[in-house]
């Protein structure tokens, strides 16, 4: 009557959010993604000597962090 429950417990995991921390490829620097473009271009932010610069660079061109 008080025992353990045969139910099984459902669990539920929250939606993922998707990444925006990259490397590029090319010197492994870490990179945020900002914005697909279309064409397979993306706009990405890098901090570099104390300033932070935006560039366009290819999908191919970067990788999750």
């Known amino acids: 009557m008080f025992g353990k429950s045969k139910r ?3 669990t539920t995991i929250p939606a ?3 990444s925006t921390q990259y490397r590029l490829k090319r010197t492994g620097q870490q990179v ?3 914005e ?3 064409g397979g271009e993306v706009r990405i932010a890098m ?3 104390d ?3 935006d560039d ?3 999908i ?3 990788t999750p962090a």
Do not use: F, K
Request: hydrophobic fraction near 45%; aromatic fraction near 0%.
């Open 51 to 53: 300033m932070l610069r």
């Open 8 to 10: 099984p417990t459902v």
């Open 16 to 18: 993922a959010q998707p």
């Open 36 to 38: 697909h473009l279309g």
């Open 60 to 62: 191919a061109d970067i």
């Open 32 to 34: 945020t993604l900002l």
């Open 47 to 49: 901090d570099t000597d």
């Open 56 to 58: 366009i660079v290819s």
